[in-house]
């Protein structure tokens, strides 16, 4: 397959200040948390569909996980298969599965149409880098109404706002090449997502989630004719922040990369390349960065003029 995606793992960090990065509906929608070392939670769930919001309202790609497709018409996995399939004129199920983008990224499941698909790109879920907190505030609204009379009558109505102080999160993603093979997975499909991932991230505007920024993403490309990769690459960045609890702006986390250059450089028979886009509110470890072998480091706008933009 020609240009088939590319050997890779990925590192993505950005962070998330006074708002809910992934709230847990089993718990009245509070962020997700671990008490135990207080640090807040996202999952790779909460990621994918960041990224297929993006693929699908900005850049107008089809999306098998369509949630306004699947809760407007109460489809099930083989419904919204079936309805993609009456609009395609492909034959094959397997052809008509992998029309969509997420299909080909992330696999799904067409039950009766035998589609069992895993796909290349997985995520982990990952933890704060910082120790935070998750607030509970009560807050209430009005609405204006008109009575019987005609005069305008006002209700009040309560909410309750779950939200985090400060959270930096660095979060581990694979590319799997044997499996893009599978999905035909393409280069161009991974800059796609690459693309929605930091410019999703950023553009999320709902009341719960607005106030996250991409702060700095990370693809390290390996040889062809090797299956070596460093693995876990999240555990390789920490911070020197002694009390992190304190941190509420990127300009106050004190960020070590030590580890992970090392790694890398370690590594580096077997890489084809490293990749860094870099927000300009880290851009004090560019040069630490650039030790890193056969690295490149593009700021963000450099990154966007790439083309994957539309």
């Known amino acids: 397959m020609n240009n088939c995606a590319k050997h890779s793992e990925l590192l993505f960090i950005w962070d998330a200040r006074m708002c809910n990065p992934n709230g847990d509906m089993a718990s009245d929608n509070a962020p997700r948390f671990d008490d135990v070392d207080e640090k807040a939670i996202v999952s790779d769930v909460r990621v994918k569909r960041t990224i297929r919001d993006d693929l699908q309202y900005r850049k107008q790609e089809l999306i098998y996980i369509n949630n306004d497709e699947i809760i407007a018409h109460g489809l099930n996995a083989e419904d919204r298969f079936k309805q ?70 006002f209700t009040k109505t309560f909410r309750a706002d779950n939200y985090i102080p400060y959270g930096l999160f660095a979060m581990y993603g694979t590319i799997n090449r044997l499996q893009a093979l599978k999905a035909g997975t393409t280069e ?86 490293v990749e860094i886009v870099c927000d300009d509110s880290l851009k004090q470890y560019k040069k630490e960065l650039e030790q890193i072998k056969n690295v490149k480091i593009m700021d963000e706008v450099e990154f966007a003029s790439l083309g994957h933009q539309d």
């Open 188 to 273: 161009e499909d991974i800059q796609k997502m690459l693309d929605s991932l930091w410019f999703g991230t950023k553009l999320l505007n709902t009341r719960s989630k607005v106030g996250q920024k991409s702060r700095l993403l990370i693809r390290i490309t390996y040889k062809e004719d090797n299956s070596y990769f460093i693995g876990l690459l999240d555990e390789l960045i920490g911070l020197d922040n002694e009390d992190s609890d304190l941190i509420r702006q990127i300009s106050e986390a004190e960020i070590d990369f030590s580890n992970f250059i090392l790694a890398v450089n370690k590594a580096e028979s077997y890489i084809e390349a």
């Open 84 to 153: 993609i399939k009456d609009k395609s004129d492909l034959k094959e199920p397997l052809d008509v599965f992998l029309t969509c983008i997420d299909n080909r990224l992330f696999g799904g499941v067409a039950p009766k149409s035998n589609i069992q698909l895993v796909g290349p790109v997985q995520f982990s879920w990952t933890k704060s880098l910082n120790k935070t907190e998750a607030i509970l505030k009560s807050g209430t609204g009005a609405f204006a109404t008109k009575g019987k009379d005609g005069e305008a009558k």
